[in-house]
């Protein structure tokens, strides 16, 4: 590959592309920077074919370094079509793993066992100020509202930092000081609590309290990826085998243009203290060996795109990037054996070409608590993001805080983004009915199985600018799909302000609609037999109906008003008893509650009709519906016949049926072990 490319990924709707499954294009004498722009062709043909797409995927740019000199380029632009865009991304990056293989599909990696569990992390509730006392009221808090956290992110502000005035002309934001170097691999007297054992360190103290008496599961902690923001500081004590040296980052003048950045413009007039490549490695191990040694369990590893601007002297920035994430993950390797790694700030693409084992990538931009042009760009980006992002890890939606005017927006979003979902709450400053929609008692979060894309009629929009269309996301759990609907528009980026902002202070209501095709997968996860009818249950109005194939609900929204759309396949019982499974009717993600469906039909399937039409509640049983559910509270289903009894592990139960609109509901009660899962059979 040519040192340090630039990768532009555009997906082309065309009506007559030429049917290329491969196609490794060799460029020779290269003269300038090459440029594909996204596009749309107009569909004039009146023809039923399928309309094909094309992924295209363009490799450009330069090293980075001076002394890499060259007037060829091998593979630069790799392209692969098909009828389906998600199967077209996917089956193209999986092409381009196989040819470059400097990096593994998501498809392929360890998921670390925290996106399954809620966390809470100490960045907006603390930003640098944070202290091992501020940890441990975080977590008490939390637990108080019955919705625990069980992983913890100790973020920015827990690390050896040099201790220098603050200076005017360094960019601050959030309490971070952006130029500021590390100068030891241990926290700071911040973590050092009074009258401890000097045997034992203080953020060993810490993860023992928040394990021992919080039950938190999982901690990680934060680090850059060169260490802090600026670097480690050259011949720290103790880190002189580090062989650090300043280095000063030189951008593009595009990005440059496009986003003036005020780390950036800290770093390239202070330096940054970059860690020899032949020794990053050394310095990886020794701080996560040490993280380890105190219970943590991982690392959130952030300012990651800064190396690519490095690379003077060191090859080139995708030699000096390639060299940093592979010590990167070879000690992760050895020290947090859960994969425990989240990328942050990452998108650069010589990084993401280079991560074999890393599972988990920021899709986003900050959550900014106080910007209220942000939050609606911030659901748009990631859903949009993660259409590249998602066929590399699983993409991470970030925090957010859930007493605050867009705080079920941001909840309902990350309910079905597939994604970890965790909270960056103040102590004391929680809304536990929204959090109650998200968490389960034991700790756990109903995460739905894929990364949360947008639909394809939304793949040519602009929910955030347009003034018309709504931004639909869809993903699947084990038995069902979920679509979610957000109102986005009124603000995005500023190309003369360079920055996000506002742009239409009264954005009007928007109309759309849902159908079941939307989710993409559906019919893969209904299977061979259905005949593309499903039950739908909207979370917010907590409408029930049946909805036959093709047929489209329409949708009203406001700005930053939401629904969810779960559709449920209905399963055929007999030619006059139909049977969908809803999930936990008062989550978000109701349907993830539901992970295993089976109908098992009375006398080996032989019915007589006059059992199956009637309405008594002395007829005989006619089948069994048995379900694998997880989770508590009020559990919903669709029977088209009132049913006859329902059993939650063996134990009858009673339920309300509701014959206009074959809703079924019943109570599951709270578990006493963790993840456990219920049995509920269901005979109608």
Known sequence: MWGGAVINVITVGLERPPVITLAFIQINQISGVYRIWESK?????????????????????????????????????????????F????????AVEKHMQTFVHREKKKLPSFLDW??????????????AEGVVEGLKSLNEGETPPRFLIVDDGWQQIESKPKDSNVAVQEGAQFASMLTGIKENEKFQKNGQSEQVSGLKHVVDEAKQHHNVKFVYVWHALAGYWGGVKPAASGMEHYDTALAYPVSSPGVTGNQPDIV???LSVHGLGLVHPKKVF??????????????VDGVKVDVQNIIETLGSGHGGRVSLTRSYHQALEASVARNFPDN?????????????????????????????????????????????????????????????????????????????????????????????DLLRKLVLPDGSVLRAQLPGRPTRDCLFADPARDRTSLLKIWNVNKCSGVVGVFNCQGAG???????????DASPGTLTGSVRAIDVDSLAQIAGDDWNGETVVYAHKSGEVFRLPKDVSVPVTLKVLEYELFHFCPLKEVTPNISFAPIGLLDMFNSSGAVEHVVIHLASDGEVSSELTTSLSENRSSTATITMKTRGC????????????????????????????????????????EDMYKWLVEIQV
């Not at 363009?58 to 098909?82: K, M, P, R, W």
């Not at 199967?87 to 999986?94: C, F, H």
């Not at 020794?286 to 993280?291: G, K």
């Open 264 to 266: 950036f413009d800290s």
């Open 118 to 131: 809620f966390g809470w992390c100490t960045w907006d509730a603390f930003y640098t100020d944070v202290t």
């Open 41 to 85: 062709t107009e569909h004039r043909s009146r023809s039923k074919e399928p309309k094909r797409l094309v992924f295209f995927w363009c490799v450009i740019g330069f090293a980075g370094d001076s002394d890499v000199q060259t007037n060829q380029g091998l593979c630069l632009v790799y392209v692969h079509a098909g009828t389906n865009p």
């Open 493 to 503: 980026w500023c190309k003369v302000e360079k920055k996000t902002r506002i742009h």
């Open 340 to 432: 425990g790694c989240i990328s942050c700030m990452c998108h650069n693409t010589d990084g993401l070409y280079s991560t074999k084992q890393t599972a988990v990538v920021r899709a986003s931009d900050d959550f900014y608590p106080r910007d209220p042009a942000s939050h609606t760009i911030h659901i748009s980006s990631v859903a949009y993001n993660t259409l590249f992002l998602g066929e590399f890890m699983q993409p991470d939606w970030d925090m957010f805080h859930s007493l605050h005017p867009a705080a079920d927006y941001h909840g309902a979003a990350r309910s079905i983004g597939g994604c970890a979902i965790y909270v960056s709450d103040k102590p004391g400053n929680h809304n536990f």
């Open 282 to 295: 050394n310095f990886y191990n020794e701080l996560h060996a040490y993280l380890a040694s105190c219970g």
């Open 633 to 672: 509270g009020r559990f919903g289903a669709y029977s088209s016949q009132r049913p006859l009894k329902c059993t939650v592990d063996r134990v009858e139960t009673d339920f309300e049926y509701d014959p206009a609109t074959g809703l079924l509901t019943f109570t599951i009660p709270i578990p006493k």
């Open 87 to 94: 199967e077209v991304i996917n089956q193209a990056v999986k």
